[in-house]
Structure formats: C-alpha cells, structure tokens
C-alpha cells in the first residue's frame, strides 16, 4: 500500500478552516499538516515530508511587508516552488505566489468588491482546468497582474485575474472553492460591515447562491484535486461511482452542465 504523505496547510487566523478543500484531501486518503505562521507556527525548511501544499486566504494582504509572517511566507514560496510539489494558493495564497513571481497585487482601481458569487469562464488555455462557465464564491478587495512565464486558466469581469498556473504544479486560484454552508454563515456574520462595501452581494443571497451552486463547484474541486495532486484514478472514482458528476462521465458532459449556468453578474 502506497504510504501518502501529508499535504502541508497554511492557514491565517486561528479561526480559518480548510473547508471544502480539506474534506476532499482527507476523502482522497491525506492527512492535513495545518500550520498558521501568523500565529508563530513554524514552516518546514523544506517539502520532503509533505505531499503538497495549500495557502488560503485571510483578511491581510500580500503587501503587508510591515507582518513578519508574511514577509516569512513571500521568501518560503520560493522553497514550496522549488520542490516541485504541487502548490495550491487560493486568495491571499494566489495573491503571495503572484508577488513572489514579480507580478504586483492591488485594489481594483474602482474600488468595486468581489463579495459573493460571481462567474468566472476558462481561456482557450484554461479548458482542462474548468471546461466552462462556472459560479464561484468570493470574498476579496485586491487582485493580481498575470505573473510573467504563467499561463491565465480562468478570468472573471471584475477582476480578470481568476486562475492561472506556474510551471507544471503550481496553480493560484482567486475564488474559494473550499467554501461551506458553514463558513458562508461565519463570514458574512462576522464580516458582515464588507457587505456594504461597492460590488458586495447582501447575505441573503450569499446563502441562497450558495445552496445553488455550492454543489457544481464541489463537484469541480474533487475532480481538480485529484488530478492536482496526482492521485490513481480508482481513488477519485470510487467517490463518482456514488456521486456521479455526470452521466457520461466525460469533460463534454462536464461543460454541458457548467454552460447552463447564468453569467450574470478577505475573511478567507
């Protein structure tokens, strides 16, 4: 039996969660390591000991050089990259891999908000990633420029910067698709003052989206990260023979269900 190492998991705040993102790891037979280098938790000096890692968001920003730990998780990037261990930074994880590849991170030059669902739609070169159209759920006030040398997946109309991957392994995401019923009720409570804010959708309809379309999303996510993290297919398809993505079981049959979908329009 193939002994799986654990995937290495940085977290914010003490109160962050993997959410989604860690049920599926630990439904695919890896443990979390979960460390929060805010709170003085050490990072490893190198990858040999992990699978993988995984950077998720928090209310800071990859521009808050004056934060120890942030300048910290900038140079240790550098060693995560190094590895070639599959890298995985959604929000503020995507916003830290994007800096330390020379690209800038700021405010949407409007000021506007992504705070709730909103689309995003793959590139001609982000197809394999996400075959369509697909809501997300998003909680965020900067984004990114394009790193350069790294190919853009997905794009949205707010900010166009959604997905984009570096090298073979290393993919930065700007939504949170390990978001729960759970942690939306947690975020929109405790933040609810970043619901006033310009492009900011009302709780309400954070929760009703959510039931609508929390399940193509986490339909999506097991689908990616398995093949992210390079698991035996049996692994992953043992969870489909239960919960079937789609009839066929093809990308076609995929992107049919994504295309139905409409288009219009950090607690992390």
């Known amino acids: 039996m193939t002994v799986r190492l654990p995937v290495l998991v940085l977290v914010h705040q003490s109160t962050s969660s993997a959410g989604l993102v860690g049920e599926v790891l630990k439904s695919l037979e890896f443990a979390l390591d979960v460390r929060c280098p805010a709170l003085g938790q050490p990072l490893p000096a190198t990858l040999e000991g992990h699978s993988a890692v995984v950077v998720f968001g928090g209310p800071m920003s990859a521009n808050d050089d004056h934060l120890d730990f942030i300048r910290q998780e900038l140079d240790w990037i550098a060693i995560a990259l190094a590895s070639d261990k599959p890298y995985l930074g959604i929000c503020l994880g995507a916003q830290l891999l994007a800096r330390t590849l020379g690209a800038a991170v700021a405010a949407h030059p409007a000021g506007q908000r992504e705070i709730g669902y909103y689309p995003i739609v793959p590139t001609a070169a982000g197809r394999d990633l996400l075959p369509g159209p697909l809501m997300v759920y998003q909680w965020h006030q900067e984004g990114f420029t394009l790193p350069q040398g790294s190919h853009l997946l997905a794009t949205g109309t707010l900010f166009p910067h959604q997905a984009f991957r570096y090298g073979r392994r290393a993919y930065g995401l700007q939504f949170h698709p390990e978001i729960t019923a759970t942690m939306v009720n947690h975020w929109t409570t405790e933040g609810a003052d970043h619901l006033s804010c310009p492009g900011a959708q009302p709780r309400a309809y954070h929760i009703s989206q959510h039931r609508l379309y929390g399940p193509a999303v986490e339909r999506w ?12 297919a049996s692994a992953e398809g043992v969870w ?12 076609k049959g995929i992107a049919k269900g994504y295309d139905q979908l409409p288009t219009k329009t950090e607690l992390g």
């Open 221 to 232: 996510l097991r689908q990616f990260l398995a093949g992210w993290i390079g698991v035996t």
């Open 240 to 251: 489909g023979q239960y919960h079937p993505l789609h009839p066929s079981g093809s990308a």
